[in-house]
Nanobody, 122 residues
Framework: VQLQASGGGSVQAGGSLRISCAAS????????MGWFRQAPGKEREFVAA????????YYSESAEGRFTIARDNAEKTAYLQMNRLKPEDTAVYYC????????????????WGQGTLVTVSS
């Protein structure tokens, strides 16, 4: 499985941004696709995830209510719509996929895309 993240950029606080993760390779089946982020000097942390089959979604506390994860089965692409962005959302965002049992657990993911930088200015 290859993952290609895109859509990062710079936005002012309160603004919105949508990032995408296109998957190629084997079919997804029961995979989970997740978004993680890593700010300078901090550990990579869970943001959101979606089960490809069934569409169950999971969010971190900071993302809940502001971010929405969705998927397009035909395009094998997952999206993260980020609204009401805050400066503390500034980070490199990574997409990941795998046969994950616990969607919030970073170590369960087998495949990672390159990051896309999101910068939120105050």
């Amino acid at each position: 499985v290859q993952l290609q993240a895109s859509g990062g950029g710079s936005v002012q606080a309160g603004g919105s941004l949508r990032i995408s993760c296109a998957a190629s390779g084997r079919t997804f089946g029961n995979y989970v696709m997740g978004w993680f982020r890593q700010a300078p000097g901090k550990e990579r942390e869970f943001v959101a995830a979606i089960r490809w089959s069934g569409g169950s979604t999971y969010y971190s506390e900071s993302a809940e209510g502001r971010f929405t994860i969705a998927r397009d089965n035909a395009e094998k692409t997952a999206y993260l719509q980020m609204n009401r962005l805050k400066p503390e959302d500034t980070a490199v965002y990574y997409c990941a996929a795998g046969s994950v049992k616990y969607a919030r657990h970073i170590r369960e993911y087998d495949y990672w895309g390159q990051g896309t930088l999101v910068t939120v200015s105050s």
